[in-house]
Each structure stands twice: as C-alpha cells, then as structure tokens.
C-alpha cells in the first residue's frame, strides 16, 4: 500500500482516535484504496468506460425525463378534475405546473438505478404506457372506439 | 450508479451543485437584489424628488377632473387610461411600466395615443415635469442579469438559467435525500475542522433556507416558461380576434356609482386603472383595473379587471380572477410568491436576506468540494491543475461578482452624466470589473488573493455611501432627515455590506498569519518557490 492510500485510510477513520476504532473500522482502514473506476462501477472496468457509463446515464436522464414527463402530464390533463375549456384550459395547467415535479424523481431514478439497461429502456416503456393510457381515458380515444 | 440510493444521490448532488454553482450563485446574489429593485433605482437616480405624501380627494371628483382634461384632447378619442395616484406602499411593475416605484407615490396621469401627463388630484391641471434623471439601467438592470443574463440574447440568457435552476432544484433535492439527519444537522456546527466545518456551514445554510430555495427554484422555472409541457390535447389560447374602435366620449353613466361598484368587489383602495375603449359594434367599455402589486398584477390584466358599459354604468364582465380554479391560482401563486409582490418591508427583507443565505449555502458548497479534495490529496503534495483553477475560480466568482456589483453603483456615480450609452457603460463596467477580479484571483497566491479581495469588496462597498454624499444630494443626511428610510436603507445595507467584507477579510488575514501558510503569505519565500516546482 502507498503512503498516499494510507492517507486515504487515515482520512476514512476522520478524528476518531486508535482506540476508538471498531473492527470493521480497522478492516476498512487495511483495505487497499483502488482506482476510482473500479470502485464506483462495477461494471466500469476502465475509466473511459466508467466516463462513457456517466455520459450514458445523463443522456438517458435528460431523455427519459423529457420524454416520460409530458406522457405523464398527458393522464394528469385526462384525470385532473378542472375545466379544459379554452382560452384557459385549467388540467393543462395544472399539468404543466406540476411537471417539475414529475421529472425531478424521474431522473433521480434514472440516475439511480443499477442497470443502464434499465435507466435507457424503462423510461421508454413508462412513456408509451402513459400516452396509452391518456389515450384510452381522452374523449374520442380508445374508451369511446375513435381517434386521438 | 452506486451501491446505494443515497451514495447514488450524494455523488448526483456533489456534480451538478460544482456544475451549476456559479451561475446559480450569480443568479442568486442578483436576484435578492432585484427585491429592492425599485429603492435601487431610486437611489440610481439622484435627480429624483424626495417622495412627499399628497392626500388625495375621492376617486369619482378625481375622474371627473382628468375627464375635463381629457375631453380637451383631441387625440384622446381613439381611448384613453387614467392611473390614479398611490402612496408608493407597493412594489411597481419596474421597467414595463414607468408610472410606479415603490416608496415613491405616484401622482393621478392620463394617458392617450402616445402622450402621457401627470395631473393634480385636486384641480386636474398638468403637474410641472420631474427633473430629467440620469441614463442609468437602475435596479431593474439586476433583475434583468438575474433571468436573463447579458451578452446573449434573451432567449439564450432565459434558458441558460432555466437550465441551471433545473439543475439547482435536482441538487437541492438530492441534497436533501443525503442529509437524513436534517433537523440535528440544522444545530450542527463544528468550527475549525477544516472538511468537516464547511460541510456543516453548507448544511447550516441549506437547511435553514430550504423552504425559500424550494420556492424559488420552482417558481423560477415557472416563471421561466422552459417546463415540460404535455404533447396531447394542450389546447392553445387563442388571441382573441382584433376589433376596430369607434371614437369615444366622457362616459355617459355616473361615474361614482360605477367606483362604488368596483370598490365592493376589487376592495377599497384597491383601484388601480380606468380605461376607456369603443369596440366597434359594442357599447363602449370602461374597464377598472385592480392596483398593481396584489396578488395578480401584470400578465393577469384580464383577470383582474371589472368592465362597466360607459353609457348605462351595468357590469358586464365579472372577472376570471375571482372564484378561479386552483391551478390558475397556483400559477399566480407562485408568481407572486417568486416576486415577492406581496410583501411588504418585513418579507421583504426577509426574501433578500434569504437570497443572500442560499448564496451562501451554494459558496460553502462549493468551497467543500475544493477543500475535500485537497485535503484527500493536497498532503501528498500538489493538487491537481484543475483543483487549483476551481479554487481560484471560486474566489474569483464569490467575491468577484459582489465587487462587480458595486463597481456598477460606482459607475452610475462617477461616469459622466453626458456620456453616450451610459446605462450600458454601468453594465459593461460590472462585467469588466468582475473580469478583472477574476484575472486577479487566476494571478496572485490564493491565500492572499482572498485577504485583498475581501478588502477591496469591504472598500468598494463601504466608500459607496461617502462617494453618494460626494456627488448628490441624497446621501443618508439628507434621506435620514426626511425620513425616507426606504432610500437611507441602500446606504446602510451598503455600508453593512462593506463591514461584512471587512471582517471576513480581518478573520481570513488572522487565520493566514497564524499558520505556517500564513507565514508563508506574509514573507514569500523559497517555500513558495519549491512549491510551484512541485506544483509543475
């Protein structure tokens, strides 16, 4: 182990004194300190393809979010309770006042979640479920047999 | 990402709160001064009148007055806009509208065609002209930089911040979920612990500004208009088609019956506007118009407006605004709350002072990324390259941007009243200064730049009163005396600003004397030297 992963370790243990440390304190001190590519990504064996996993999963947050929001927004505007009447429809609205709301927690999922696989393809999926279900609940869609 | 969601949102938080800190720092700092928008302005222009209070008679003779003095208008027959006078309690409609400020009562006017006149309340003839005031961007100009920042356009400014304050309401969320202990880290403060310390200041400040943060980034983005809007059934508004106007003529119903009925539903005291218009194939309409600075002032004009048919006094129009449903009023809610329009002086403050702690919450979160990382590596010798260029940019942008600011009150004082453009002069020179700052902070040691640039912000904050009193007369003799603690308050918060800076820069200079760097700082030595070698 170098001095710096020493330092490391001792930056682990902060103010705490020798005697004061647990066992599972002192393993952890004794682990080595290894790159930062295989720590945080298992499935990262490089750092370019830890980088290239990071850019992935951002673009994943940025699409899935805009595509997964406005779907959502889209069944809050067929569930919501208030007039749509033009000129103030009042569930788009409501619809878009909420949907900060609705994409902050997306993608902190996106970010999340373990598998790209899944931070790619879920928020797809999610989207289509949404306009299928605003589409079955508008007037003219699938509940009444005709087109959006 | 991470073996956990918290270690997931901990590493989400730590980027985007480096990536976005600048600018929601700058967005930050000059928003809370766009609350005093309107005293900034005041103060900008010295030429201005003291404000003095006018009683004013009741508003039907006031009508009837600016009538007369209508009717003798030949122009004013394509329609015409009384305002009357307020006592200046509420905050205007800044730079769309230049009839207001607050703390500065406005007199009755008239409007019509192109020509606007100031009457008197009580005989209805023309006010002389204010003195002309000095070409200046006042404190409208800090509101601008805050949505929309500058050298870009305004499209490219509003998104650019919309974006960051997605980023900032993502870094505050994430914030939160990593902060399980929220309520203990709240009375947690460890000072000189280095990491640890700065890490309890940022929780400090975090939580103590949260709900306000919460607030004002939503509401932001709102306002922003960049939110995700739904693809489907999103039924546009459409503008209502354009109709021609007939001439028009002094209403033939009586005037103060048609108050009495406004008053009972807008409130007493909360008439703001009466306009008179001839749609072609309609009788003609005199709208009133709720006072500026309510709950729905600009961009709701529709609804918050009565008509009355001019010629039989009915009501024709109840407005939307009353008994709207709640996502209207949520939208206005967060507009006002975003504004601040409601407030009064006590709020007020608070928004700003607020503003000013999630500044600071955003610098000592900054300030931690850089002191984690070099306390991680700085022991084993130099840190890295782009460490170096964050912490210089750190110093360069927390107390360059403040230095900045002043340099542009500097500016409204000192440049010539006859130069060309002066009002963007005031605004380049904000921008050259900070470019300087940041130059500065690139340059010299770190430790050192931090010491001197506190003391020129301490300086430049603090000499702004005197250099008022040099150069107008309306400096806090004159302002105390009157009693027009609104303007004196710009001095004073000036001055509080300077004394602030002063002594963050005395505490910094202390602790850099009392330490081996500090030393250091004082006698440049060949240590400095060595430690560039190593640094390279």
């Not at chain 2, 039924?235 to 109709?243: L, R, T």
């Not at chain 2, 979160?365 to 022991?379: C, F, N």
């Not at chain 2, 009002?423 to 921008?431: G, M, Q, S, Y």
Request: net charge positive.
């Amino acid at each position: 182990m170098s001095q710096g992963d020493m330092r490391r370790g001792d930056m682990r243990r902060g103010d705490m004194g020798q005697g004061d440390m647990s066992r599972s304190d002192k393993r952890r001190r004794d682990l080595p300190v290894v790159d930062k590519a295989r720590t945080d990504g298992p499935r990262c064996p490089t750092l370019l393809a830890y980088r290239l996993a990071v850019t992935s999963r951002i673009l994943a947050a940025i699409v899935g979010s805009f595509l997964l929001t406005p779907a959502l927004q889209a069944v809050l505007i067929e569930t919501m309770p208030f007039s749509e009447a033009p000129p103030f429809p009042q569930n788009s609205l409501g619809a878009s006042l909420l949907g900060f709301a609705i994409q902050v927690p997306i993608v902190l999922w996106i970010i999340h979640v373990p598998s790209l696989v899944r931070a790619w393809t879920w928020p797809l999926l999610a989207t289509v479920l949404a306009y299928g279900l605003a589409w079955g609940l508008m007037p003219g869609g699938l509940a009444t047999g005709g087109l959006p | 990402m991470k073996e956990t969601f918290r270690q997931s949102m901990a590493w989400f938080h730590t980027w985007t709160g480096l990536v976005t800190g600048w600018l929601l720092f700058f967005v930050f700092l000059t928003g809370s001064a766009a609350y005093f928008k309107d005293d900034l302005t005041r103060w900008m222009k010295p030429e201005l009148p003291l404000p003095v209070q006018v009683s004013h008679p009741p508003i039907a003779g006031m009508v009837e007055r600016a009538h007369a003095f209508l009717a003798r208008q030949p122009e004013a027959a394509a329609g015409w806009t009384i305002q009357l006078p307020t006592d200046g309690d509420r905050v205007g409609c800044g730079a769309n509208c230049s009839r207001m400020l607050r703390g500065y009562p406005s007199p009755l006017r008239v409007q019509w065609a192109d020509h606007t006149e100031s009457l008197d309340s009580q005989t209805g003839e023309p006010l002389p002209p204010l003195p002309p005031t000095r070409d200046t961007g006042g404190g409208d100009r800090f509101e601008d930089l805050h949505f929309r920042l500058h050298y870009v356009t305004r499209d490219t400014g509003t998104f650019i911040v919309a974006l960051v304050a997605m980023l900032g309401l993502l870094a505050v969320v994430s914030g939160i979920i990593v902060h399980r202990r929220i309520f203990a880290d709240f009375f947690t403060f460890r000072p000189g612990k280095g990491q640890r310390s700065w890490l309890d200041a940022h929780n400090v400040f975090g939580v103590m500004t949260l709900p306000f943060v919460l607030m004002i980034l939503y509401s932001g983005l709102v306002e922003q208009g960049y939110m995700p809007k739904p693809l489907v059934r999103a039924a546009p508004i459409a503008a209502p088609p354009a109709a021609g106007h007939l001439p028009v003529t002094v209403p033939k119903a009586a005037i103060g019956p048609i108050i009495a009925r406004a008053e009972a539903v807008l409130g007493v005291g909360e008439l703001g506007e009466i306009e008179l218009e001839h749609p072609a194939g309609e009788a003609p309409l005199l709208r009133i118009t709720r006072r500026w600075g309510t709950e729905y002032p600009f961009s709701s004009r529709s609804g918050s407006e009565l008509v009355f048919d001019a010629d039989s006094g009915d009501l024709l129009d109840q407005p939307f605004t009353f008994g709207q449903p709640p996502p209207h009023k949520a939208r206005w809610w967060l507009a006002g709350a975003h504004f601040a329009w409601f407030a009064g002086d006590g709020l007020r403050w608070l928004f700003f002072l607020s503003g000013l702690l999630g500044a600071i919450m955003i610098a000592t979160g900054l300030i931690l990324w850089t002191v984690k990382r070099r306390e991680r590596l700085g022991r084993r010798g130099a840190a890295p390259a782009h460490l170096e260029a964050i912490e210089r940019l750190n110093l360069g942008v927390m107390v360059g941007l403040p230095i900045g600011m002043a340099a542009c009150l500097w500016a409204n004082r000192l440049l010539p009243l006859t130069l060309a453009d002066r009002a963007d002069w005031e605004t380049d020179l904000l921008f050259l200064t900070w470019l300087w700052v940041l130059a500065w902070a690139l340059l010299r040691p770190l430790a050192r730049g931090w010491v001197e640039l506190t003391a020129l912000a301490a300086g430049a904050f603090a000499a702004l009163p005197v250099v008022n009193a040099l150069t107008t007369d309306r400096h806090l003799g004159v302002t105390v005396a009157h009693g027009d603690w609104r303007l004196a308050a710009v001095d004073l918060t000036l001055l509080a600003l300077g004394l602030a800076f002063a002594l963050l820069g005395w505490r910094l200079a202390r602790r850099g004397a009392g330490s081996e760097a500090g030393r250091r700082w004082a006698r440049p030595g060949p240590e400095d030297a060595r430690d560039e070698a190593a640094a390279t």
